[in-house]
């Protein structure tokens, strides 16, 4: 089975070997000049994003409609979907490794995923001995996870998939009396749940973070958030994090990027870790 490289990145664009197949997206992130602009010829298909913020995938060779790639011990199903999106999100290996590391030191943790797309994390955390709550608004989406957990031998291990909006899932854990060990959140800056609720990052993230702390009584054993927010820097994270956790332990604050082929390393949002 094929893996996931990123071969280069610039001119607000990236370029891509996915599953064998050479893709090139549009990204925002990237306002500098190629390293190698002479590999970028030849692509399988192109995204183009509008003004809008929607686009459409241009094909210049076929591709199948859905495939299969492993990448960081894990299997994930690829689909090239209308939003540019892959189903696959490499910035967060090193969240991934982080999971692992401590799977090796306390086992059978409890963890609350939420905004969980297509379940890397989930994946990381089931293979690393811990059980799961998969929260995301989009029944697309928790399908989508439950068949990387199939590809990735993991579908027995102990995982609730929840189709919800996060802050009227976590308020009913809450009254339930609910406790989570390690927590884990990548929100979006705007996103809308399963009957239409609004989610705005600058209005609900000190609510949802409030909320979140009374499932692990102000003392996780672990917490990761990241996010692709302007305004939302490394150091505001950690800052959300170190004013509501009531213990002392390790903060590990970066931002999030994906190797390129060339050495150079692709910005791919921001991150606070937090460990016991």
């Known amino acids: 089975m094929t893996t996931y490289e990123l071969l280069d990145s610039g001119d607000f664009s990236k370029l891509e070997i996915v599953g064998g197949y050479k893709l090139i997206r549009s990204s925002p992130?990237?306002?500098y000049g190629k390293e190698k602009?002479?590999?970028?010829?030849?692509?399988h298909a192109k995204y183009n994003k509008n003004d809008?913020?929607?686009g459409s995938w241009q094909f210049n060779k076929k591709i199948p409609e859905a495939f299969n790639i492993r990448f960081a011990e894990l299997s994930f199903k690829i689909k090239l979907t209308p939003f540019g999106h892959i189903g696959l999100f490499p910035e967060q290996k090193t969240n991934?490794?982080?999971i692992r590391e401590i799977g090796k030191k306390k086992s059978g943790l409890e963890v609350l995923n939420l905004f969980a797309y297509s379940g890397g994390s989930?994946?990381?955390?089931l293979a690393s001995g811990m059980s799961v709550c998969h929260v995301d608004a989009s029944k697309g989406m928790v399908d989508w996870a439950r068949e990387n957990s199939k590809l990735s031998?993991?579908?027995?291990?102990?995982?609730r998939w929840i189709v919800d909006d996060v802050l009227k899932f976590i308020r009913r854990e809450i009254k339930r009396g609910k406790k989570y060990q390690g927590l884990i959140l990548d929100p979006p800056s705007f996103g809308r749940g399963n009957k239409g609720e609004i989610w705005k990052i600058e209005e609900h993230l000190p609510e949802l973070m409030d909320a979140?702390?009374?499932?692990?009584?102000h003392k996780p054993e672990f917490v990761i958030l990241s996010c692709h927010s302007q305004g939302y820097s490394p150091l505001t994270l950690e800052r959300i994090l170190s004013s509501r956790i009531k213990q002392p332990g390790n903060y590990q604050t970066s931002e999030l990027f994906i190797p390129e082929t060339s050495g150079k390393k692709y910005p791919s949002g921001f991150c606070s870790f937090y460990s016991k």
């Open 212 to 217: 979140l702390m009374e499932l692990c009584n």
């Open 96 to 98: 991934w490794d982080r």
């Open 52 to 54: 809008t913020g929607s």
């Open 29 to 31: 992130s990237s306002a």
């Open 122 to 125: 989930t994946l990381a955390c």
């Open 37 to 43: 602009p002479s590999i970028w010829e030849d692509a």
């Open 153 to 159: 031998d993991l579908d027995t291990k102990p995982v």
